[in-house]
Nanobody, 123 residues
Framework: QVQLVESGGGLVQAGGSLTLSCAAS????????MGWFRQAPGKEREFVAA????????SYADSVKGRFTISRDKAKNTVYLQMNSLKPQDTAVYYC????????????????WGQGTQVTVSS
């Protein structure tokens, strides 16, 4: 069992930066790949980024590639999402999730989810 708690969301102007954190509990955290998803009002939850259990491999949605960076600190049981050059269209609730797949991208591959943190980007 893995429990996930996100933090770091907030209000930022376009072009600004935010770093989201996801703290995980459970001794098997290092065995899971981790992902970030987001859901804007009236839209489906979509994939943002993922990182393998080892941290050696990452995957990004085309819409955030080059602007967002996912990383993990196994010693702290924490995964991060560094978001730069934020745009109003990045506004959404951001969710952290854990998957037993090597590097999942589909929602169905993620068994554990956090409660989400709101990110609002003003123009």
């Amino acid at each position: 069992q893995v429990q996930l708690v996100e933090s770091g969301g907030g209000l930022v102007q376009a072009g600004g930066s935010l770093t989201l954190s996801c703290a995980a509990s459970g001794r098997t955290f290092s065995r899971y790949s981790m992902g970030w998803f987001r859901q804007a009002p009236g839209k489906e939850r979509e994939f943002v980024a993922a990182i393998s259990w080892s941290g050696d491999s990452t995957s990004y949605a085309d819409s955030v590639k080059g602007r967002f960076t996912i990383s993990r600190d196994k010693a702290k049981n924490t995964v991060y999402l560094q978001m730069n050059s934020l745009k109003p269209q990045d506004t959404a609730v951001y969710y952290c999730a854990a998957s037993s797949s090597w590097l999942g991208r589909a929602k169905s591959e993620f068994a554990y989810w956090g409660q989400g943190t709101q990110v609002t980007v003003s123009s």
